[in-house]
């Protein structure tokens, strides 16, 4: 018990370090993305699920919108991890081992396993800093370590009895939860099934219920994500398959070395090569089935992410549910023998430093990094690029209607929302950047009127006015630059501009099919006798077609009969939906100046946007200043038609007089 009261104190003592830190560190752009989720709950969001959400949702309720409101869910999330290992420890260590420690001396705080672990999980810098930062790994880790608990009890008892089937029930509500943290969690199912296969005494546990209902209520806590993702095309699912799986970059060697280099950094090399022995030694034959099963679980987790770390680079902190399994092997190995105790004194000092330098660095920035390149500059300076929108916001000119605030990029929309006065809705354009949770929201251009006002804020340079050339605007006029600053140095500059005139197709959304793609393929089938030749055409043209080059007329066939109608809907929006996505489809949009139309972008070439344009009525470009936007194309891009003429298949009109184009899908290039 006393040795539990001593795990108790260190666990609270490194929640209170972890407040200090909330309180000390300004919040970084992905946890401010995180907050602006937390104020839109669902199920589901573009980059994980929702627990992250939820937690900061619950702190926030209870000390605002403040860094510590944020991170409090996060910081309980740790206490609760780190005190499930200890009793994951507990439950693992004989009472003979814990005998012949406390006769062997030495530190206090090492002489029992339950201590040792409480300072893994306190002190080692991924998991002091870790749970001090509002990410979707707080809650998975937190979930991982409960289940890991349950899992253990589980194969304790004896099989097809009721506590065995009630520790495997609980393993997996932990395991749904889990799920809905971060969709690596699935590792922990494949490890316990590895395990179970690969050894004689567990697998008589495939007999008997419990795995299988833990599988039936992990899915069932998992369903509203599911529900989520299904009414979202899957998109979330596409995001991190692409992200982890993606198009191969860099050197593979490279890829594992930095792989390696991450896993040394967070958690110093001292315990990384001690957990490899630990986890080694509990793979053996004699050893426990327990233990047995974490160090299954541990390599599991580690095998894949060197496997995914030959195609796309993988960051420091996605093989974290390792150490969660490796910390009580490491802690429950015998201090009997000196070399191994000083090594694991050696492991925690140098853990401890480490942390320390992070947190001194984080309050008086005392290491020699230049700005830019500490981690922790990525925190610092949103304040100061407040103040400055704030400045422009209040000096605009007499004629702005609304006033809009936007940026590129999801960081810098995410840290106004959360800088400004009043928290405001600040939108992401992501002209210049990856689709992410802004695309799935309400858009500027459905919200802002021609007269209004929007404050953009972009990259400084040729590449943050290349992004505000794609924007469109009748106006374009930039206010100036912001320098953002952390102890008197520059670690980042940002542009604001005021543009005016946003035509609704300048800011489409990024491949949302649960939005844009469904509300164009409403708006195609709306009059389904005149338009079912031009959704037979689009069919074919993105299966046959060299997409995206590809002018292509439609048929015009016969009409579709009423009792056809209906099969006829479903059958080609099923289709087109797909071919859409495969053609790499980016946006679906429309043009308030040319309602007959509908934009579908495929991609940009030589920083100009292409893609197709169906006009299902004919599209008549009205004369404006902006018609040099559109050109038709055959095999490259050609000179842009003539103001009032149509543009078309190659059927383009006469200076001045506006033609109707027959139905027809043509590419595109928009300036």
């Known amino acids: 018990?006393?040795?539990?009261?001593?795990?108790?104190?260190?666990?609270?003592?490194?929640?209170?370090?972890?407040?200090?830190?909330?309180?000390?560190?300004?919040?970084?752009?992905?946890?401010?993305?995180?907050?602006?989720?937390?104020?839109?709950?669902?199920?589901?969001?573009?980059?994980?699920?929702?627990?992250?959400a939820v937690l900061i949702r619950a702190g926030t309720i209870i000390f605002g919108a403040t860094a510590i409101g944020v991170r409090a869910g996060v910081v309980l999330a740790g206490a609760i991890a780190s005190w499930a290992l200890v009793v994951l420890t507990r439950d693992l260590a004989s009472p003979r081992a814990r005998t012949d420690e406390d006769s062997t001396g030495g530190i206090a705080l090492l002489r029992t396993p339950e201590a040792r672990t409480a300072l893994f999980a306190s002190i080692i810098p991924v998991a002091l800093v870790g749970f001090a930062l509002a990410t979707p790994d707080a809650p998975l880790l937190a979930t991982i370590a409960v289940a890991l608990v349950a899992l253990t009890r589980a194969l304790a008892a004896p099989v097809r009895s009721r506590a065995s089937l009630g520790w495997w029930i609980a393993a997996g509500i932990m395991l749904g939860l889990?799920?809905?943290?971060?969709?690596?969690?699935?590792?922990?199912?494949?490890?316990?099934l590895v395990a179970l296969l690969t050894r004689a005494s567990l697998r008589r546990r495939l007999a008997e219920p419990g795995p299988y209902v833990a599988t039936i209520v992990a899915l069932v806590v998992f369903t509203p994500t599911l529900l989520w993702n299904a009414h979202h095309e899957w998109i979330s699912f596409a995001f991190q398959l692409h992200h982890g799986l993606g198009t191969p970059k860099g050197s593979p060697l490279g890829r594992e070395l930095s792989l390696v280099g991450g896993q040394l950094g967070l958690i110093t090399p001292i315990?990384?090569?001690?957990?490899?022995?630990?986890?080694?030694?509990?793979?053996?034959?004699?050893?426990?089935?327990?233990?047995?099963?974490?160090?299954?679980?541990?390599?599991?987790?580690?095998?894949?992410?060197?496997?995914?770390?030959?195609?796309?680079p993988v960051e420091a902190n996605w093989p974290a549910p390792a150490l969660v399994a490796a910390i009580p092997l490491i802690a429950l190995q015998p201090l009997s023998t000196r070399r191994w105790r000083g090594w694991l004194t050696a492991g925690l000092v140098l853990a401890a430093v480490v942390s320390l330098v992070v947190i001194v660095d984080a309050a008086a920035h005392v290491l020699?990094?230049?700005?830019?390149?500490?981690?922790?500059?990525?925190?610092?300076?949103?304040?100061?690029?407040?103040?400055?929108?704030?400045?422009?916001?209040?000096?605009?000119?007499?004629?702005?209607?609304?006033?809009?605030?936007?940026?590129?990029?999801?960081?810098?929309?995410?840290?106004?929302?959360?800088?400004?006065?009043?928290?405001?809705r600040v939108f992401s354009l992501n002209l210049g950047s990856r689709a992410n949770q802004y695309d799935l929201w309400p858009q500027l251009a459905t919200l802002a009127a021609p007269s209004d006002?929007?404050?953009?804020?972009?990259?400084?340079?040729?590449?943050?006015?290349?992004?505000?050339?794609?924007?469109?605007a009748d106006r374009a006029m930039p206010i100036g630059n912001v320098d953002l600053r952390w102890d008197h140095a520059v670690v980042a500059q940002r542009s604001i501009w005021l543009l005016q005139g946003i035509p609704?197709?300048?800011?489409?959304?990024?491949?949302?099919?649960?939005?844009?793609?469904?509300?164009?393929?409403?708006?195609?089938?709306a009059e389904l006798p005149a338009r079912a030749a031009v959704l037979d055409s689009v069919v074919t043209l993105f299966r046959h077609g060299p997409a995206p080059y590809l002018v292509a007329a439609a048929d015009t066939g016969p009409a579709v009969s009423n009792s056809d109608r209906r099969a006829v809907i479903a059958k080609r929006i099923t289709a087109l939906r797909p071919l859409l996505a495969r053609a790499g489809a980016i946006s679906v949009h429309r043009d308030e100046r040319y309602p007959e139309c509908t934009f579908v972008r495929t991609g940009t070439r030589d920083s100009v946007a292409i893609g197709y344009i169906l006009a299902a009525q004919g599209c008549a470009l009205a004369q404006t200043p902006r018609d040099d936007r559109v050109w038709s194309v055959r095999g490259g891009l050609v000179a842009a038609p003539a103001p009032g003429t149509v543009a078309s298949s190659g059927d383009s009109g006469r200076r001045g007089t506006p033609r109707r184009a027959p139905e027809t899908w043509l590419v595109y290039a928009a300036r």
């Open 178 to 192: 889990g799920f809905s943290s971060k969709y690596t969690a699935v590792l922990l199912p494949l490890g316990v």
């Open 504 to 525: 609704a197709a300048a800011v489409g959304t990024a491949f949302a099919p649960s939005a844009s793609v469904r509300a164009a393929l409403d708006s195609l089938v």
């Open 1 to 52: 018990m006393r040795a539990s009261r001593l795990a108790a104190v260190i666990i609270i003592a490194a929640a209170l370090v972890r407040l200090a830190l909330a309180a000390i560190v300004p919040l970084f752009p992905d946890e401010t993305y995180y907050w602006d989720w937390s104020r839109h709950l669902a199920a589901g969001y573009f980059d994980h699920p929702a627990a992250i």
């Open 271 to 312: 315990l990384a090569v001690l957990g490899v022995i630990a986890v080694a030694r509990a793979l053996r034959r004699d050893s426990d089935d327990r233990r047995y099963l974490l160090a299954v679980i541990a390599t599991v987790v580690i095998a894949f992410f060197a496997i995914s770390a030959l195609r796309k």
């Open 368 to 424: 020699p990094l230049p700005g830019r390149r500490d981690p922790l500059s990525r925190a610092q300076g949103w304040t100061d690029l407040a103040d400055a929108v704030t400045r422009a916001r209040s000096s605009l000119p007499p004629p702005c209607g609304a006033t809009w605030i936007a940026a590129d990029r999801y960081q810098d929309a995410s840290e106004l929302a959360f800088h400004l006065p009043a928290h405001p």
């Open 453 to 472: 006002c929007v404050i953009y804020v972009v990259d400084t340079g040729e590449r943050g006015a290349s992004v505000v050339q794609k924007v469109h």
